[in-house]
């Protein structure tokens, strides 16, 4: 079994993008998920399950921190990465409330004109990050994902549903950071504990799925049939929701890095 793709997604719910290699840090993949766009009004989370065309939204995150931002119709922008403490805003994240940066007036009126709804572009530093999900560790955090670092999927098991359901689907509908090449169908679920490199990653839960993978990432527009969610759920129906990749949390940091095509090994 080996890595066959690594993406990382700077803003959550924009576009994603393809990477040789990932480097990691004490949230997960450095760079990922780090900003966040909140209605302006509360601070709530703005996503793809409201905004379908935020998949057509491209931010990419860059050496010093700062995004840059593409949509169409709009003009390409540049955002600083905030001071740690500058300008904080009180957000929402699911059951979490944080306060973090705001990125200032320029990025919110881009924001605002794209989504059609007054909003706020966000950054989140890790000593300003959630803890995750069910606290499993004092000193585990994680930034704007839903609920842990990492996710998840063999290359199998999506061939395995594109099967099912009959028609092509993107890897992408899923916003995985790793893909695994080489393993059984769903062979994820039963593993607890793997090792790529000499980095060792728990197998945290597995992953809920919701509305926005019946999101097509080329065209922002969601499938009449509700594919594929409508085939999960005849058999990955689970405790939590239709089941589908595995959440991970990567121990330790610094100048760890994966890289397309290393070997993983499964430790229990």
Known sequence: MHLSALYRFPLKSAMGESMPSLQLDALGVAGDRRWMFVDAQNGRFMTQRTFPHMSQLQARWNASGGLSLEAPGMPALQVALPEPDQALRGVIIWRDTLRVPDAGDEAAVWGSEFLGKACRLVHVPEDRARYIEGNLNDDEKVGFADGFPLLLIGQASLDDLVARVGRPLEMLRFR??????????????SWTRI???????TLAKRCARCVITTIDPQTGERSADREPLTTLRSYRQGEGGILFGQNLINHGSGELELQVGMPIEVLA
């Open 176 to 189: 995985p950071n790793l893909v695994v090449q080489g393993s059984e169908p769903y062979a994820e679920d």
């Open 195 to 201: 090792r790529i490199g000499g980095v060792e990653f």
